[in-house]
Structure formats: C-alpha cells, structure tokens
C-alpha cells in the first residue's frame, strides 16, 4: 500500500481541516498517511513517500507564500520526484484577486520536481461546506487511483 506524505500551512485552521479530510479518505483508500506541518518538513521527505501532497494558504496583498511556506517552496524544485504523485491543495479567499494563488505556485515546483499531478487541485473558500468536502475526497481517491495506475 502507498505512502501518503501530506505536508501543509494554516494559521487559522482551514487548510488543516483540508488536511484532515484528505487523510480520511485517502486512508479508506488504504493509504498510510502522514500529516506533517510545513516548519516541521524538509522536501526531501517527500522522497520517502508515494503520494506527495501540499496543502495551503495564501497570504499577503498580492498572493505572497505563507512566511511558514518559503524555504520549503524554494527547496521543493530542486529534489526528484520523477515517478511521485502529487496533489495541491489549500484555502483562500475570493476577496482577493489572486485567490489561492500559493496553491498554483506549489503545483509549478512540483512539476519542476518531476512528478506528476494525480488530480487538479482543490480551492476552498475560506472553511470546507459539503461541496468542498466532497471535492476533496474525490482529490483523494483519485490520487489513489492514479498512485495506482503507475505502480502497476
Ligand atoms: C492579510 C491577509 C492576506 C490574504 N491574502 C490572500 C490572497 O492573496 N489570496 C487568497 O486567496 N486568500 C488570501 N487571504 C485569505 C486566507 O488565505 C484565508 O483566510 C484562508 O482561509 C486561511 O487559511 P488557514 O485557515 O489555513 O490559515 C489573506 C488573508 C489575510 C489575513
């Protein structure tokens, strides 16, 4: 069964919650889950894992990288990842003009990285409704499905 390494910022706990929901379901899927703050993760963690997922925030006027976020970003394109799966995620605000904009900028470096995206990423406004946990369940197994298909 696959390792799942979910590595995330929340300053406010909505990104957290994504989190948990992802965790769930990929653990119904049978994935081993690890959820791991972003101050606490390096990268190259991610070398131990099958699915690599990130989850966050974004912050600032323009859509600026949680503080939190920085030196993991900057790291992230430069470990392979070829033959990972990944997945972003993360929470915003339509308020904003650059809504969820952190969230784009993680899937950019982890293409650098080499690995390949298993399922468009999910954008939640502000806390998680239903719908929202709906996508990010089917996030989840679809990852899973996609994990699946190159390991076979
Ligand atoms: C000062 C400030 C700037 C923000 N800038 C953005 C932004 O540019 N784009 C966006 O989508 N959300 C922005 N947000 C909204 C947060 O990303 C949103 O509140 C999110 O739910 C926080 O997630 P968390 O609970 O995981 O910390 C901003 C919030 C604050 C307080």
Redesign the pocket.
């Given at each position: 069964m696959p390792k799942a390494l979910i590595v995330y910022?929340?300053?406010?706990?909505?990104?957290?919650e994504c989190a948990e929901i992802i965790k769930e379901a990929l653990e119904e899927s049978g994935a081993e889950v690890e959820l791991m703050e972003s101050v606490y993760a390096d990268p190259e963690d991610f070398l131990q894992a099958d699915i690599c997922l990130v989850g966050t925030?974004?912050?600032?006027?323009?859509?600026?990288l949680p503080d939190e976020m920085v030196d993991f970003y900057e790291e992230l394109a430069d470990v392979d990842l070829f033959g990972k799966v990944f997945g972003t995620f993360?929470?915003?605000?339509?308020?904003?003009?650059?809504?969820?904009?952190s969230v784009d900028d993680f899937t950019e470096q982890f293409l650098k990285a080499g690995a390949v995206e298993g399922a468009e990423s999910v954008k939640?406004d502000?806390?998680p409704e239903k719908e929202d946990v709906q996508a990010l369940t089917d996030f989840a197994k679809k990852l899973f499905v996609k994990w699946k298909e190159i390991s076979e």
């Amino acid at each position: 069964m696959p390792k799942a390494l979910i590595v995330y910022a929340s300053l406010t706990g909505n990104t957290r919650e994504c989190a948990e929901i992802i965790k769930e379901a990929l653990e119904e899927s049978g994935a081993e889950v690890e959820l791991m703050e972003s101050v606490y993760a390096d990268p190259e963690d991610f070398l131990q894992a099958d699915i690599c997922l990130v989850g966050t925030y974004t912050y600032g006027i323009d859509g600026q990288l949680p503080d939190e976020m920085v030196d993991f970003y900057e790291e992230l394109a430069d470990v392979d990842l070829f033959g990972k799966v990944f997945g972003t995620f993360g929470s915003g605000d339509t308020f904003y003009e650059e809504y969820c904009k952190s969230v784009d900028d993680f899937t950019e470096q982890f293409l650098k990285a080499g690995a390949v995206e298993g399922a468009e990423s999910v954008k939640v406004d502000l806390d998680p409704e239903k719908e929202d946990v709906q996508a990010l369940t089917d996030f989840a197994k679809k990852l899973f499905v996609k994990w699946k298909e190159i390991s076979e």
